[in-house]
């Protein structure tokens, strides 16, 4: 079993939905990241997170400790949203390395 | 700022070489990192460094190394090339170990 699992691994939706992606991992963290890649390969963060929930744009990042589980929402969705979203956990076993998820392959539709 | 440079951009190997990939971090960051990404087996740490000094690295075999120059900019060397080296290799670069990293474009190495 990895340690970061995302769900769903393929999302296709319509412009102007909801969109909620999912990330659950098994060891203990000291943050969360969420990063989108675009196709051709370049990466942007996203959102960095250790508690709570964060807002950025029609972006929000919530995170729940307790149940091991972050998810990543998009509001009003858009077809330039159309990217591989990431989730990737820092261990907090004492060493900084990101640990990666598979990753969810979103398309939106105009 | 100028952002996270990597040079090349493209490479194409054969079998056996060996290739130096090459991360100039945004200005100020001292903390450089490398990954490796492959439709297999997705994204994948390979080391880490802080201030010229290695500080964690991934389970990756020993032809993987690399190094941190003074100037905080890196360069990792893959020896003995193998086929399944054929990877686009990220280098992220961040303000503090743990803190939030910004990718570089990439280097895509195709092995032959």
């Known amino acids: 079993k990895n340690e970061v699992e995302q769900s769903p691994q393929n999302l296709t939706a319509q412009e102007g939905e909801f969109i909620t992606i999912n990330c659950s991992y098994s060891v203990g963290i000291s943050a969360l990241h969420w990063l989108q890649q675009h196709p051709g390969g370049g990466i942007v963060s996203l959102f960095m997170l250790s508690s709570g929930k964060k807002k950025h744009g029609r972006l929000i990042a919530t995170i729940n400790i307790q149940e091991k589980h972050s998810s990543l929402h998009i509001t009003a969705s858009h077809p330039r949203d159309s990217a591989v979203y990431i989730c990737a956990v820092i261990s907090n076993f004492g060493n900084e390395k990101l640990t990666f998820g598979t990753g969810t392959r979103l398309t939106i539709i105009p | 700022k100028a952002g996270v440079t990597q040079t090349p951009r493209y490479l194409i190997k054969t079998r056996g070489q060996q290739v130096t990939l090459s991360c100039s971090p945004i200005?100020?960051?001292?903390?450089v990192s490398w990954y490796q990404q492959t439709p297999g087996q997705g994204l994948q740490f390979l080391f880490e460094?802080?201030?010229?000094?290695?500080?964690n690295k991934g389970n990756f075999p020993g032809r993987f190394s690399g190094r941190q120059f003074s100037n905080s900019r890196s360069e990792m060397n893959v020896s003995t090339l193998e086929l399944g080296d054929s990877a686009l290799y990220l280098c992220a670069s961040s303000l503090v170990l743990g803190g939030t990293q910004y990718f570089g474009p990439g280097t895509r190495l195709l092995v032959l």
């Open positions: 200005s100020g960051h001292r903390s």
């Open positions: 460094y802080f201030s010229e000094t290695q500080r």
